[in-house]
């Protein structure tokens, strides 16, 4: 079986987790290839709620072994407390079900203080970063000099690294961003409390693990994090995250070729949703934008902040599919649209006068551009009790009509609650 990758097609929290668990059932591996502890995918089974941040969305299925590859980028505190919660509820019975690299570059106690001393120095400039660290743990492994997870089980190697790092650090802390500077010993000790939770699963090459598994005909999944309108290259940049988000990057992020790679997964709410600053055409900024936040609970899972909301996007859409190669799309959260009398979509934007159909690249051209809305006929159903697309009211089924068709690109599972069995399947995923 060839690998599937599913990544985010809007601004990130479309729901891609739900969606990893429900395909891990069928899995034999699930891999997280980039991003941190800034990802916030929530599981729901049998009404109890999981978050999951660092740990891949397939963890709460024992068959399924998950893999935290080199792309990503580990605070091994937050791993440490993922996995000690997880073994509380009975999941990770077996240390060989979840696999960490021992590539992966460590996020320390410094790069989370430089991130949000530089956020706030901003000021009214705010990229909307969660102040994980994440941004500056990048840099350091560009700059050739990040610390990464081997050498967490060297302590001579782990002071080295960590002191050469910290002058550096503490100079910008101090002299640019006024902030208390850092003790080595400070952050070894921090870092030291969680090394022996995670150490039974650390494992030198996931690359070649993943490439045996593809090799012997596994179904693997790719888990993305974030949204591909936040790819630092090809999202709204410099509003964007410090990976790259597109799927493109399962292949760097895990170590493997992309010709094993057959499907990508796009998932997309049937709104939209974007956090932290930066721009968004559709943006509902009055009671509507309020009722989709307070009906689809759209409150960020790792930062708590409330999500700016607006119709759906095709425009972003069709961009999202092009640049990640979408071959078909999971359609979240249509039961949040109920009760509206009717639903707006955006089919193309309006800059200067000019009406333009395709996602424009600069800042300052998304910043101006005035949405077109085409308006469609709302249900007043409750769908979170719906289990056969045959049920589905006869205006939502013509609204996924009409996003499917206006992007070219099947609509094969919808989602209208945010439990497993909440799913309706037009075509399967991920086949036996």
Same mark, same amino acid.
């Given at each position: 079986?060839?690998?599937?990758?599913? $990544?985010?097609?809007?601004?990130?929290?479309?729901?891609?987790?739900?969606?990893?668990?429900?395909?891990?059932?069928?899995?034999?591996?699930?891999?997280? !290839?980039?991003?941190?502890?800034?990802?916030?995918?929530?599981? #729901?089974?049998?009404?109890?709620?999981?978050?999951?941040?660092?740990?891949?969305?397939?963890?709460?299925?024992?068959?399924?072994?998950?893999?935290?590859?080199?792309?990503?980028?580990?605070?091994?505190?937050?791993?440490?407390?993922?996995?000690?919660?997880?073994?509380?509820?009975? !999941?990770?019975?077996?240390?060989?079900?979840?696999?960490?690299?021992?590539?992966?570059?460590?996020?320390?106690?410094?790069?989370?203080?430089?991130?949000?001393?530089?956020?706030?120095?901003?000021?009214?400039?705010?990229?909307?970063?969660?102040?994980?660290?994440?941004?500056?743990?990048?840099? =350091?492994?560009?700059?050739?000099?990040?610390?990464? #997870?081997? =050498?967490?089980?060297?302590? *001579?190697?782990?002071? /080295?690294?960590? *002191?050469?790092?910290?002058?550096?650090?503490?100079?910008?802390?101090?002299?640019?961003? %006024?902030?208390?500077?850092?003790? $080595?010993?400070? #952050?070894?000790?921090?870092?030291?409390?969680?090394?022996?939770?995670?150490?039974?699963?650390?494992?030198?090459?996931?690359?070649?693990?993943?490439?045996?598994?593809?090799? %012997?005909?596994?179904?693997?999944?790719?888990?993305?994090?974030?949204?591909?309108?936040?790819?630092?290259?090809?999202?709204?940049?410099?509003?964007?995250?410090?990976?790259?988000?597109?799927?493109?990057?399962?292949?760097?992020?895990?170590?493997?070729?992309?010709?094993?790679?057959?499907?990508?997964?796009?998932?997309?709410?049937?709104?939209?949703?974007? #956090?932290?600053?930066?721009? !968004?055409?559709?943006?509902?900024?009055?009671?509507?934008?309020?009722?989709?936040? /307070? *009906?689809?609970? *759209? !409150?960020?899972?790792?930062?708590?902040?409330?999500?700016?909301?607006?119709?759906? =996007?095709?425009?972003?859409?069709?961009?999202?599919?092009?640049?990640?190669?979408?071959?078909?799309?999971?359609?979240?959260?249509?039961?949040?649209?109920? @009760?509206?009398?009717?639903?707006?979509?955006?089919?193309?934007?309006?800059?200067?006068? &000019?009406?333009?159909?395709?996602?424009?690249?600069?800042?300052?051209?998304? &910043? /101006?551009?005035?949405?077109?809305?085409?308006?469609?006929?709302?249900?007043?159903?409750?769908?979170?009790?719906?289990?056969?697309?045959?049920?589905?009211?006869?205006?939502?089924?013509?609204?996924?009509?009409?996003?499917?068709?206006?992007?070219?690109?099947?609509?094969? $599972?919808? /989602?209208?609650?945010?439990?497993?069995?909440?799913?309706?399947?037009?075509?399967?995923?991920?086949? @036996?």
């Amino acid at each position: 079986m060839s690998g599937v990758v599913v $990544v985010g097609a809007q601004w990130g929290d479309e729901g891609k987790g739900k969606i990893i668990d429900v395909l891990s059932e069928n899995a034999d591996c699930v891999v997280r !290839f980039q991003g941190g502890a800034n990802a916030g995918h929530t599981l #729901v089974v049998k009404g109890e709620k999981t978050i999951l941040h660092l740990i891949p969305s397939g963890i709460l299925h024992p068959q399924t072994t998950c893999i935290i590859s080199s792309g990503c980028v580990i605070d091994v505190e937050i791993l440490a407390k993922e996995i000690q919660k997880l073994k509380e509820q009975g !999941f990770i019975q077996n240390p060989k079900q979840l696999m960490v690299s021992e590539t992966a570059t460590v996020i320390l106690p410094f790069h989370k203080v430089l991130d949000s001393a530089r956020e706030m120095a901003l000021a009214k400039n705010k990229i909307g970063t969660t102040g994980k660290g994440i941004g500056p743990a990048y840099e =350091d492994r560009v700059a050739r000099k990040a610390i990464i #997870v081997a =050498d967490l089980f060297d302590r *001579e190697t782990l002071k /080295s690294k960590i *002191e050469f790092n910290i002058r550096e650090k503490n100079v910008l802390l101090e002299k640019l961003y %006024n902030q208390p500077t850092i003790k $080595v010993d400070q #952050v070894i000790d921090q870092v030291m409390s969680a090394i022996e939770e995670i150490k039974p699963y650390c494992t030198k090459d996931t690359s070649l693990f993943i490439h045996k598994a593809l090799n %012997n005909r596994k179904r693997v999944l790719f888990e993305g994090a974030q949204g591909t309108l936040l790819d630092v290259n090809h999202g709204t940049y410099p509003f964007v995250t410090s990976s790259s988000t597109i799927a493109g990057s399962a292949c760097i992020g895990a170590g493997i070729g992309p010709t094993p790679l057959t499907k990508v997964i796009g998932i997309t709410k049937a709104y939209t949703t974007r #956090v932290g600053s930066g721009p !968004f055409p559709t943006e509902l900024d009055n009671e509507i934008g309020e009722k989709i936040r /307070s *009906e689809g609970f *759209e !409150f960020g899972s790792t930062t708590g902040r409330p999500r700016r909301c607006g119709w759906i =996007d095709l425009i972003a859409l069709k961009y999202a599919i092009r640049i990640n190669g979408i071959t078909s799309l999971a359609l979240m959260k249509l039961d949040v649209l109920s @009760s509206h009398k009717e639903i707006g979509v955006c089919t193309g934007y309006k800059i200067n006068g &000019e009406v333009i159909t395709e996602f424009p690249t600069l800042l300052h051209e998304l &910043e /101006s551009v005035e949405p077109i809305i085409e308006f469609l006929p709302g249900w007043n159903q409750d769908l979170t009790k719906v289990t056969s697309l045959k049920d589905l009211p006869r205006f939502a089924t013509q609204y996924i009509d009409y996003v499917g068709n206006h992007l070219a690109c099947p609509i094969d $599972v919808i /989602s209208v609650g945010p439990g497993r069995e909440q799913t309706l399947w037009v075509k399967p995923l991920f086949n @036996s």
